[in-house]
């Protein structure tokens, strides 16, 4: 089974930082664009950052220029470095992946679509 599994989360101070990390696990054979959702109380999910396996990074217009994305060598893990948090930016992250290849034991190449994490809780307190 594949999993994204996010950490990093917690309660932070407006004008602090927190990082954020996603890991995929399980046979994953490759992974095209990873990213970085949120979704506030009462309001839609929304787009932080996604990182294609080449390398190109779009960020949402709310968190330019104060929040970096990055992935790992292996392309399995995902970084969200968050700077000059603001209290709007309280919200639970989710990752996500567009399209995970991998190795089911009994089903051979398998893909999963549009995959998500289970969310880490950020709280900025003003």
């Known amino acids: 089974q594949v999993q994204l599994v996010e950490s990093g989360g917690g309660l932070v101070q407006a004008g602090g930082s927190l990082r954020l990390s996603c890991a995929a696990s399980g046979s994953i054979l490759s992974i095209n664009t990873m990213g970085w959702y949120r979704q506030a109380p009462g309001k839609q999910r929304e787009l932080v950052a996604t990182e294609t396996s080449g390398g190109t990074i779009n960020y949402g217009d709310s968190v330019k220029g104060r929040f970096t994305m990055s992935r790992d060598s292996t392309k399995k893990m995902a970084l969200l470095q968050m700077n000059g948090l603001k209290p709007e930016d309280t919200a639970v992250y989710y990752c996500?992946?567009?399209?995970?290849?991998?190795?089911?034991?009994?089903?051979?190449?398998?893909?999963?679509?549009?995959?998500w994490g289970q969310g880490t809780q950020v709280t900025v307190s003003s």
């Open positions: 996500n992946t567009d399209t995970i290849l991998f190795n089911d034991p009994q089903l051979g190449v398998r893909k999963a679509v549009n995959y």
